[in-house]
Every structure is written in structure tokens, then in C-alpha cells.
């Protein structure tokens, strides 16, 4: 019988796609592994590979149809020996097919339960061969706000017994299902519990309600604006940076750092790179400096090396650390993995590589995904200080201005060095004021002392 393919998840945390291109067209054939199509994120560019063999016999949405949900019927394989004639005796494939040529610029829904039909299969992105989009869940009870809530029979009658608002539980059981010891654990204060209805994961809340984009725009006269709408880069970090700050409580800890050692290590360090292929087979910058010895400085100070869940600390045992680096339209934070354990040549080649392929949405989610801490260095444009926001579910960020020369007292005499101001923004609930001091004088004492990060 026909098999559909499904728009896949390229992440644990995508909700819907585009469909930039189509690499095959109806009547190819294809086998498992093939490319047949390239799917667009926030963040990146995947290529899809079949995972079964047979004739495309239908393309369901066309290239360039933006927001399909995971899960969503893209195309239809006939197996051998089938023709077309079999996708119009396939209710489900007929249904989505026609709805789909019918409003193709449309954003398709997202089937509430519908579980996929027998034969059906999901799309595989390339660059990531274990991932795979996630079943639809059962129908369940929703929340105040119609997000679907899923509790075992026992559960519910437990926590009707006990008066406690099941939508509120963070189940434990499969696919985040309320299950009846999530409902003893809440019942003892120790279950995790989410934010009621209307009011942002973590507590917080807002008091002033924001004006409304025609509000906005009735300040501004017409005609003396372009209006420019957002892509899904753009939305994801308003998204995103909005939540940090609304349930992170941040706080900041400011150090000056000389760095007149650094500098000259890494002159040093440069002059002496060998060659290969007539370049230096490798080249630091200060920022390479920055990542090594805020990685060495985690290991030292390992309980600020951390994640923050509702249920408990993550405490990591290497230092991945994300840079933050700025691509068309927004930025995006590569991870350098195990930090700690990597020498300064190797950070700068991994570095360099990850800024290129970043740039041109050419990363894979594990590579931009995770981590404990962060690196966000705006030096090259002449800011001497800012704070930074956390990403999660980093529990800090390390702002890095520039380096400068500046007067300072030295034994009583005023002398020239050269400086850096770095600022740590720190979660609160993860880390405590003093941790964060200890993990910032750990910093500033590394990078004070370059030859450390040679050992």
C-alpha cells in the first residue's frame, strides 16, 4: 500500500518547517538513504533521507511552502507494483493531498491525536541518521490555555481526591504523562508543577499588557515606515530571550582583566604555528583564549558547571561551551564540546569551522544545542562593556568587551596596561552570588595567567 512521508523532527524541540526543495520528483525512483528534499529551521538547512524504497507518487506540499508541522503528510511512495490509482484508494493520503493543493500557502493544523495511518513513515534528516519525528500523543485533557494534558485514569481520581489541579503536575510517565506517583509526589510538595494558566513557566507574570502591532503602528504615520516581517530566526529569538528573561532570575557580576599576557602568548603562539600546505595550520585569536580559560575555570569551580531543572542539577563533568556568533538576521551558538579536555590550536580550527558552516545554516542541531555556559564577545566592535542573556539551559554567559589600553595604578604609580572588562550574567536559582565571584576571579585568574591553559 502507499507509504507516507511525514515532515520529520530535525530537533527535540521542532514544531514545524520549511520545505525549501524538492531533489526528487513524482515518478523517480527512490531508495532507502536517497535525498529526496531540504527542510529549513530557525537555525539550519537539513537535507530529509528516505527511509524506505519505492516511486514518489505524489507530492503533497511543494517546495517553498513554509510552517508544516511535524508530523504533517509531505509526500506519498508508492512500493513496486503500484500507481497512482493506489494513492486515490488511500483515504488519508487523498485527504491531506487535496487539502494541501486546495490552500498551499496556508499553514497547515496539526491533527489534535491522529495517530499516522499503517504504512506510514517518516522523513530522516541526513545530517542527524537517529533522529526522528515524534509519534503523536494520545488525546488527553487541556489546560486553561488548550495545551494538551496527559494523566492516567488514576492520576485524575488522585488528584480530585486531593483537590490538586492535574493540568498542574509535570508528569514523569512516557511522553510527559501525569502518572499516580507524580500526583503522591505533589501531594508532598515534591513534584515539579507548572505555572498556571496565563502566567509565563517560572512564576513570573506581567502586569501591563503590551500594545498590539496596530496600537504600535498608529504612532507612526503611514508611509514613513517599510514594514519587514519577521522570519523564523527572528521569532525564535524574541522567543526565546523573552522566556530567559521572564523565568531566569539574572544577576551580574563585572571584572576587570590585563591581558598584556594573553597578547603576547598568543603572538608568541602564532609566529611559531607550523605550516602546511604553505599556511599556518592554525591561528588565535583572543576569543580562543577566552573559551579555553572559561572552560578551565568551570572544572575548577564544578558546581557552577551546571543545568537547572525543575526536578534537580545537571552538574556536567567536561565544559561545553557555546560561542555566540552573529549570522544574517539574528545569531546563533555553535558548541565547543569537552572545552576543557581541547588544546588552543584545536578550539580555533573547531571555532572557525563552526562560525563558517553557522553562517551559511549549515549546522547540525547537536551543534548548536546544550551546553553549560556561554561566550558572547562584542570587543571587535569597540564595546568596552555589556550583560548578556543567559540562554537555556546554560546557567551563565560571559560578556567579553574590548581590549584596550588604560591607565592604572600599579604599586602606587600610574602605568599602561592592556584591559578587559568581562561581565558574567548568572542564573540565580543554579548558581549563588558567591559560586558566580568564585567562578569569575577563577576566569580572570587563568587569563591573567595564559600558560595555564598550556598544561
Known amino acids: 500500500m502507499p507509504v507516507n512521508i511525514l515532515m520529520p523532527a530535525l530537533s527535540p524541540t521542532m514544531e514545524k518547517g520549511n520545505l525549501a526543495k524538492w531533489l526528487k520528483k513524482e515518478g523517480d525512483t527512490v531508495k532507502a538513504g536517497d535525498v529526496i528534499a531540504e527542510i529549513e529551521t530557525d537555525k539550519a538547512t537539513m537535507e530529509v533521507e528516505a527511509v524506505d524504497e519505492g516511486t514518489l507518487g505524489k507530492i503533497v506540499v511543494a517546495a517553498g511552502t513554509a510552517d508544516v508541522p511535524v508530523n504533517q503528510i509531505i509526500a506519498v511512495l508508492l512500493e513496486e507494483g503500484e500507481d497512482k490509482s493506489a494513492i486515490a484508494n488511500a483515504p488519508a493520503a487523498k485527504a491531506e493531498a487535496s487539502k494541501a493543493e486546495s490552500k498551499p500557502a496556508q499553514k497547515p493544523a496539526v491533527p489534535a491525536a491522529a495517530k499516522p495511518q499503517a504504512g506510514t513513515v517518516i522523513g530522516k534528516p541526513a545530517s542527524d541518521p537517529g533522529s526522528r519525528a515524534p509519534q503523536a500523543r494520545p488525546a488527553g485533557m487541556t489546560n486553561g490555555s488548550g495545551a494538551r494534558i496527559f494523566a492516567s485514569p488514576l492520576a485524575k481520581r488522585l488528584a480530585k481526591e486531593s483537590n490538586i489541579d492535574v493540568s498542574r503536575i509535570q508528569g514523569s510517565g512516557p511522553h510527559g504523562r501525569v502518572v499516580a ?4 509526589q505533589a501531594k508532598s510538595g515534591g513534584a515539579a508543577m507548572r505555572a498556571p494558566s496565563g502566567v509565563p513557566a517560572g512564576g513570573a507574570t506581567i502586569g501591563i499588557q503590551a500594545p498590539s502591532d496596530a496600537q504600535i503602528r498608529a504612532f507612526y504615520e503611514e508611509g514613513s515606515y517599510d514594514f519587514v516581517p519577521h522570519d523564523g530566526m527572528r521569532k525564535t529569538i524574541a522567543k526565546r530571550l523573552l522566556e530567559s528573561k521572564l523565568t531566569i532570575p539574572h544577576y551580574y557580576l563585572t571584572v576587570d582583566i590585563q591581558i ?3 597578547l603576547d602568548a598568543r603572538k608568541e603562539i ?3 604555528a607550523p605550516l602546511q ?9 583572543v576569543n580562543d583564549f577566552i573559551i579555553k580559560a572559561l572552560a578551565l575555570a568551570l572544572v575548577k569551580i564544578p558546581d557552577a558547571n551546571v543545568t537547572w531543572t525543575e526536578a534537580g542539577m545537571l552538574k556536567h563533568r567536561h565544559a561545553d561551551i557555546g560561542v555566540a556568533v552573529a549570522i544574517p538576521n539574528g545569531l546563533i551558538t555553535p558548541v565547543i564540546r569537552k572545552a576543557d579536555e581541547k588544546t588552543l590550536a584545536v578550539i580555533s580550527n573547531e571555532m572557525r569551522d563552526l562560525a563558517a558552516r553557522a553562517k551559511d545554516k549549515k549546522l547540525k542541531p547537536a551543534e548548536y544545542q546544550g551546553g553549560a555556559a556561554a561566550v558572547s564577545n562584542l570587543g571587535m566592535y569597540g564595546i568596552r562593556e555589556f550583560a548578556a ?3 537555556p539551559p546554560h546557567a551563565s554567559i560571559l560578556a567579553i568587551g574590548a581590549g584596550e589600553e588604560r591607565a592604572v595604578a600599579r604599586k602606587g604609580e600610574i602605568v599602561v596596561a592592556n584591559m578587559m572588562t568581562a561581565t558574567l550574567s548568572v542564573d540565580h536559582r543554579a548558581v549563588d552570588g558567591a559560586l558566580g565571584a568564585e567562578l569569575l576571579s577563577a576566569f580572570k585568574e587563568i587569563v591573567e595567567n595564559p600558560v595555564r591553559m598550556m598544561i
Open 181 to 184: 506517583r507524580d500526583v503522591e
Open 277 to 285: 600546505d604553505g599556511k599556518p595550520r592554525y591561528r588565535l585569536s
Open 270 to 272: 602564532n609566529q611559531a
Open 389 to 391: 542573556v543567559i540562554n
Open 260 to 262: 598584556d599576557a594573553l
